[in-house]
């Protein structure tokens, strides 16, 4: 069994693709189950928000304790969490039963999007990394949006239909990466960590403190800044498709699986090219702007096509900052690379927070006010990130080689 396992990008690739695509599965019914089940509409981005909380209180001990017990094993809890939590969402018909299953989901979830991240990190050499966090980006952008796209039209025939085919979906890939996925820490990594602090504590601070400089704090702040846009927009056009255009389940699944056509294509060609002539906290500054900027311009479009073909360009440069944000991640000098991953995902997980229920209270007051919020956010991201002298002035080396 253990020859069958090993530590490779193009395994935690395929595991993270069927996890990632299953997550995605409820989506695009979930603003149709809450009017069915008469929630407020702030509901949308509450439900989002309880599972963000619990990915931000999380995230920092999960990285903590894969860098002293395994990436492997960690990353397996989380996702037979998640898929438990899930469960019970599929389940809930209650306020309070929604919340609380989206907490326990948000639990799991932290686990295997923190370490995962940590374990590509592990694998491959500086020269390597990022190129296979565009990979990373990549894989996750075609995964959610053919998770959207099937969940749309199983959801056009059966809500509870997405639910069941994700539940499943989701022990088969933790079934897979119990199978195939090998540990990328050696023991004795393993053993210097646990000889460092302990293993007992909840969170670290005293391992944290020695990683949050201020340039990292900034960089952390812009990166909760710009998840807080991202979010925020994704969950306002969820719902705003559905309550201002009336369109089904599947469209909102067509829409995605477009975008994220078109996100696939951005990953491979151009975000690879800036990472090959500028440096990631240039390219942000660059990039993060841009976003801002076109979702000043959404709202602002009268007709369906106008809106979409918007929106279409706000999903390029959205999907093109992500992987470019994990470069300058991965660029932070630390043993604890768990911990920082946790860190960042931490960061992150406070923008799903923030920006779903933000955008969901505010939403009752407009339905435009949320893209402007959004826009607001990665424009106060890129202020901040002005001020990060993070990562050096040169960009990464790519080597031109196949993700196996």
Known sequence: ?????????????????????ASNFVHPVTPTLFQMLDFPSYMFGAAFSAMSLANFLFSPYWGYLSDRHGRRLTMILGMAIYTAGQLAFAMA??????LLARVLAGVGSAAYMAVSLAYLVDI????????????????????????????????????????????????VGTLLAWLLIGESRTPQDMALSRADTGAKKFYDFQAMGRIMTLPVALFLLSTCLATFG?????????????????????????????????????????????????????????LLPLCGVTLLIVPAMK????????????????????????????????????????????????????????????????????????AAAFLLSAATLSACRLSPKTPIQIKEESPC
């Open 93 to 98: 018909t209650t306020v309070t039963g929604v």
């Open 230 to 286: 991202t979010q925020g927009y994704d969950n306002s056009f969820n719902y705003y498709i559905r309550d201002v255009f009336s369109f089904p389940p599947s469209y909102n699944g067509y829409i995605k699986a477009s975008t994220g056509l078109v996100a696939l294509a951005a990953n491979f060609t151009l975000n690879l090219w800036i990472l090959r002539r500028f440096s990631p906290r240039r390219a942000l500054l660059f």
């Open 1 to 21: 069994m253990h020859q069958l396992r090993k530590a490779t990008p193009a395994r935690l690739f395929f595991v993270y693709t069927v996890i990632c695509t």
């Open 124 to 171: 491959t050499t500086p020269e390597q990394r990022g190129k296979y966090l565009a990979y990373f980006m990549a894989f996750q952008s075609l995964s959610g949006s053919a998770g959207y796209l099937i969940g749309g039209v199983l959801g056009d025939r059966s809500i509870l239909l997405s639910f069941g085919a994700q539940v499943v979906m989701l022990g």
């Open 303 to 374: 007709t369906t096509a106008s809106f979409l073909a918007a929106c279409m360009g706000f999903y390029v440069f959205n999907a093109i900052y992500l992987p470019v944000q994990q470069a300058m991640m991965a660029q932070i000098k630390t043993e604890n690379t768990g911990l920082l991953s946790g860190m960042f995902t931490a960061a992150k997980s406070a923008g799903n927070f923030a920006g779903p229920l933000a955008v969901g209270f505010l939403y009752g007051l407009g339905s435009k006010l949320p893209f402007y919020l959004a």
